[in-house]
């Protein structure tokens, strides 16, 4: 699978995508903010970091960055995006997700190893899971608390949409402990913590995020 790797001002996980997507067995091409060529990748990662430095509000001025108008169009056809920590605020500025991040409950920047639950395996990213698998991956964010409605949680939940739940605590006020959702289809899934931090023995807590680039290279796309 050909996967592509955004890169915004600010972005600073960007490189670890690309190398994350290339140990899950699949080649990263690097696409650029200002381009509206997605160079026909299969897949898109929107990285982490603070894109345009969060100066307006996480994810909001990404959200209209040239490349989106490709992805947003493309994810509306069924190409799987994944959106890690600032890409999935951007996801959710784009309305391409439901809901919100919003600065963490105890206004402290948190960055730790973090226990997650495996929910929704079905996906293009997380079919590499077991149901309910539980794993250890990165976490790090100051604006990373998912908020909705009561009807949207509601509808995430009725529909099987929650992608991975916080286990053990909630480290950043995220109602009903949501880590990571998913549009209806599937393709578009918007994760808070880092699993590309989380590929490879050497570094990070193990190798538990993997399993979100490997689904990818399993996937055999119309």
């Given at each position: ?193 880092h699993p590309e931090h989380a590929v490879e023995e050497l570094t ?19």
């Amino acid at each position: 699978m050909r996967v592509g790797v955004v890169t915004f001002p600010g972005s600073l996980d960007d490189v670890d995508a690309r190398r994350a997507v290339t140990v899950g067995g699949n080649e990263a091409v690097a696409l650029w903010h200002g381009d509206d060529d997605l160079k026909g990748v299969d897949a898109v990662v929107l990285p982490g970091g603070f894109s345009y430095g969060d100066y307006l509000r996480c994810g909001a001025i990404s959200r209209f960055a040239p490349v989106m108008t490709p992805i947003i169009e493309a994810a509306g056809q069924g190409l799987p995006v994944l959106g890690i920590c600032n890409g999935f605020q951007i996801l959710c500025e784009s309305h391409l997700l439901p809901g919100a991040l919003i600065r963490n409950d105890h206004r402290k920047f948190v960055c730790r190893d973090q226990r997650l639950r495996i929910e929704r395996v079905d996906t293009p990213w997380t079919s590499s899971y077991a149901a309910g698998a539980e794993v250890t991956i990165v976490l790090k964010n100051g604006e990373g608390g998912f908020v909705a409605d009561e009807p949207t949680l509601d509808m995430l939940e009725g529909e099987g949409r929650v992608v991975a739940r916080y286990l053990d605590d909630n480290p950043n006020g995220s109602l009903r402990d949501i880590a990571g959702i998913s549009n209806e289809r599937g393709n578009v899934v918007g994760l808070m913590p880092h699993p590309e931090h989380a590929v490879e023995e050497l570094t990070g807590p193990g190798t538990d995020g993997l399993g979100f680039f490997t689904s990818l290279a399993a996937q055999v796309f119309v």
